[in-house]
């Protein structure tokens, strides 16, 4: 007895030896409260990669009020003790589950911190689950406009860019983390409830319709959308056969055949923009037209919102090339980080040039001529384009400068390569996440040139560039 005693005690021994490096292998740690991006460093979260979010929504239109609940499956990238969602007050939380029930608090201006019974693995699949409740308020910041949850005269509307997510679903709110989406929303029957991607069901009983709205390609988070309200939506597809929906506020369709113009043009517009640049790289097109007060058209992936506040009137068909030229530009290829916004609003505001030229009018060449005519000591010149500073994406740089940029470029290599370039860009980097470096690289590598020079004069350089 003595005996085996002793070398139980030996065996325990032995094993506790090699405990510390089992603990080591199994240590678990919270994940980074932000993602990383210089220009919103409290934005995004680190030790998980979101891969659906399944969102709920009950809305009560007399007071604006949502009853919500967020399903949200994800991987571990690390092991993870706890990790952080962006949710934004006043929202109240009613309770959090991780694979059972979980811990949770909140902390700072927008951290919902979820503390699982046991830690996650890294490479293990979770999902989250919250309740919450509460009227959703938008986001006013001085240099970069109204986002979030918006309340309008007969409903709401949500635009994400930049951080305005978090004001109606907790969420890791970075451009990084892609998902796929499926939202559901039940509102009263007289209301319309769109989102992004297509409609999979629909169903009415007690005066409240609920309809499920599904996005199949990974979108970031300022990409998602959401209106309620009073629409005249026109369905079908384009000339080529790409599923459409349009939606204009019943209020601001007054003018004869509006619907159909809105419908057409966005679908007259998406084809062009597919024989430029390739295949459309999602499962249907169109957009949506609301009295919101913002100001601005947003590229909503596969449905772009517009911004109008008198009846009659449509977005412009600049405006709309711009947003529909964001779905290959900015929406299914992403930056990484925001100082490379360049590169969606560039694009975009490029292919405008090109579709008023293909239409007829002015020449990207007159384009580029008219705002490289502003004197050299003008402030449009000063902003360094590839860098522009946390209030300064929205600026000139990000836009003109860019297409500015494009055209140089597309001057220097030739026609040819050019296009060859923009639909390389888009296939190479379908549903992922790019910098100017990696486009710098591909321009180099399809035009068999050495690019140092163009990109640090326009790129990276303040200043009037020299042609």
């Known amino acids: 007895m003595r005996r085996g005693g002793s070398v139980a005690v030996a065996a325990l021994t032995a094993a506790l030896a090699f405990a510390p490096a089992a603990q080591a292998a199994e240590e678990f740690t919270p994940g ?8 919103f460093p409290e934005n995004g979260n680190g030790g998980y990669d979101v891969e659906d979010y399944d969102l709920t929504f ?84 001085d240099a970069l406009g109204t986002s979030g949850w918006i309340a309008t005269s007969d409903g709401a509307v949500a635009l994400n860019q930049p951080f305005g997510a978090a004001t109606y679903y907790p969420v890791n709110d970075t451009p990084q983390d892609k998902a796929t989406y499926s939202v559901t929303v039940t509102a009263p029957s007289d209301l319309t409830a769109l989102t992004n991607g297509e409609k999979v069901e629909e169903t009415s ?22 209106a309620i309200g009073r629409f005249n939506v026109t369905e079908g597809t384009t000339p080529s056969g790409i ?14 055949n509006q619907s159909a113009t809105f419908f057409d043009t966005t679908n007259t517009v998406t084809d062009w923009m597919q024989k430029t640049w390739g295949r459309y790289p999602f499962t249907s097109t169109g957009g949506v037209v609301d009295r919101i007060g913002v100001g601005y058209a947003l590229e909503t992936q596969g ?61 990207a060449q007159a384009a580029f001529d008219s705002a490289y005519a502003r004197a050299a000591t003008h402030p449009y010149w000063q902003t360094v384009m590839g860098d522009p500073g946390r209030d300064g994406i929205y600026d000139w740089a990000s836009y003109t400068r860019g297409a500015m940029t494009l055209h140089v470029l597309r001057t220097k290599i030739g026609d040819e390569k050019f296009f060859e370039l923009g639909r390389t860009w ?16 591909l321009a180099e590598k399809v035009s068999g040139q050495d690019l140092d020079a163009l990109f640090t004069a326009w790129v990276y350089t303040p200043g009037k560039p020299a042609l």
């Open 32 to 39: 980074a409260a932000g993602a990383g991006d210089p220009y």
């Open 243 to 256: 599923p459409s929906v349009t939606a204009i506020d019943s209020a601001l369709d007054t003018a004869p």
């Open 426 to 441: 888009v296939t190479k980097y379908k549903d992922a996440n790019v910098t100017t470096a990696d486009f710098k690289a």
């Open 303 to 363: 449905r772009s919102v517009y911004d109008s506040s008198l009846p009659g009137r449509l977005p412009g068909t600049g405006t709309i090339a711009h947003e529909l030229a964001h779905q290959w530009f900015g929406d299914s290829v992403t930056p990484v980080h925001w100082r490379d916004i360049w590169l969606n609003e560039g694009w975009a505001s490029y292919n405008e040039w090109l579709y008023t030229e293909a239409t007829g009018g002015r020449t």
């Open 205 to 226: 009983a007690g005066g409240l319709t609920t309809v499920k709205w599904r996005m199949r390609h990974p979108m970031a988070s300022e990409l998602a959308m959401l």
């Open 58 to 141: 009950g809305f009560e239109p007399a007071s604006g009020a949502i009853v919500a609940t967020a399903r949200i499956r994800a991987k571990a990238t690390q092991n993870l003790s706890s990790f952080n969602l962006d949710f934004l007050g006043p929202l109240e939380v009613d309770g959090v589950k991780v694979n059972g029930p979980a811990g949770w608090k909140r902390e700072g201006a927008q951290e919902l911190v979820v503390t699982p019974r046991k830690g996650i693995k890294a490479g293990r699949t979770f999902v989250t689950t919250v309740k919450y409740h509460g009227v959703p308020q938008r986001i006013d910041d």
